[in-house]
């Protein structure tokens, strides 16, 4: 009797972490954000998650949004910049922007680039 007791519990407990675990994602934040945009379009935040730096040369308004303390104006006038002045030579030159300046440029440097990642297919 005790065995079929201890059985019983088990069973119960199995189904209720099934039932549980069926409204949780299975997937990390990054991946998720990989899951709705598609490999090829991820989002900006699930980039800088996995290490990888926006291209300032590249990127739409809204992912440039999400550099540190780049909102909706600012990313707007970045993208206006690079329309009328070609791409940026350096980060650094995202200073000639009117509201972003050294103390800016601190901020986002570590998660901007104007660089493209390198391919490995040749």
């Known amino acids: 009797m005790n065995q079929f007791i201890t059985s019983f519990v088990l069973v119960a407990v199995i189904f ?9 994602p299975r997937t990390s934040a990054p991946a998720r954000a990989f899951a709705v945009e598609g490999v090829s379009a991820a989002t900006a935040q699930g980039r800088i998650l996995l290490g990888q730096k926006i291209n300032i040369n590249t990127a739409t ?3 440039l ?3 540190p303390g780049i909102g909706p104006a600012l990313a707007k006038k970045i993208v206006e910049y690079r329309e009328v ?3 940026f030579a350096s980060i650094e030159d995202i200073v000639n922007i009117d509201g972003i300046g050294e103390k800016m ?3 986002i440097a570590p998660d901007a680039t104007i660089s493209q990642p390198a391919s490995n297919y040749h």
Not at 16 to 24: E, G, Q, S, V
């Open 16 to 24: 209720l972490a099934a039932f549980l675990a069926k409204d949780t």
């Open 61 to 63: 308004a809204e992912e």
């Open 85 to 87: 002045h070609g791409p």
């Open 105 to 107: 440029l601190k901020r």
């Open 65 to 67: 949004e999400q550099l």
